[in-house]
């Protein structure tokens, strides 16, 4: 995880917890342990060391096909969400507009639509983890 601020504790802090967990150490198999098997071994990690860690999937619409993918996000205790690549222990920028505000849906998932966009042509959906994306209808959560 990289960080801007190094006084920065908090993130200075998850980025330890980050790179300790060593799930970005995992080979990336397609179908099999891929971006959202990332994301939900760094979730059950963070968790697991007492971070308010949860599963993040977006889908961006608007090019030849969509885009989907799954992050770890972490909920600071000063309110700030850090999202998280965990394939590469990296702080993302879900922020697609630039409007500084990074909008999400919280445990929403629609299956096969591209209405309700959060972040300009991007859908952002949090959930507490993976089994609660399975369960809302997220393909191959």
């Known amino acids: 995880v990289t960080t801007a601020n190094a006084s920065d504790s908090a ?6 917890a980050v790179v300790s967990t060593g799930v970005n150490n995992s080979a990336y198999v397609n179908g099999t342990y891929d971006c959202r098997s990332f994301a939900h071994s760094l979730e ?3 968790t697991a060391l007492g971070y308010n860690a949860t599963w993040t999937a977006y889908w961006c619409y608007g090019g030849p096909q969509v885009v989907a993918h799954a992050v770890t996000d972490v909920h600071l205790a000063d309110g700030r969400t850090v999202f998280i690549e965990p394939q590469t222990n990296t702080i993302v920028n879900l922020d697609f507009d630039g409007d500084g505000v990074v909008e999400v849906n919280n445990n929403g998932y629609t299956p096969g639509q591209n209405t309700g966009q959060t972040d300009d042509n991007c859908k952002i959906s949090v959930f507490d983890n993976r089994a609660a994306a399975a ?4 393909p191959g959560a």
């Open 11 to 16: 993130l200075t802090n998850l980025t330890r």
């Open 135 to 138: 369960a809302a209808g997220v």
């Open 44 to 46: 059950s990690n963070l």
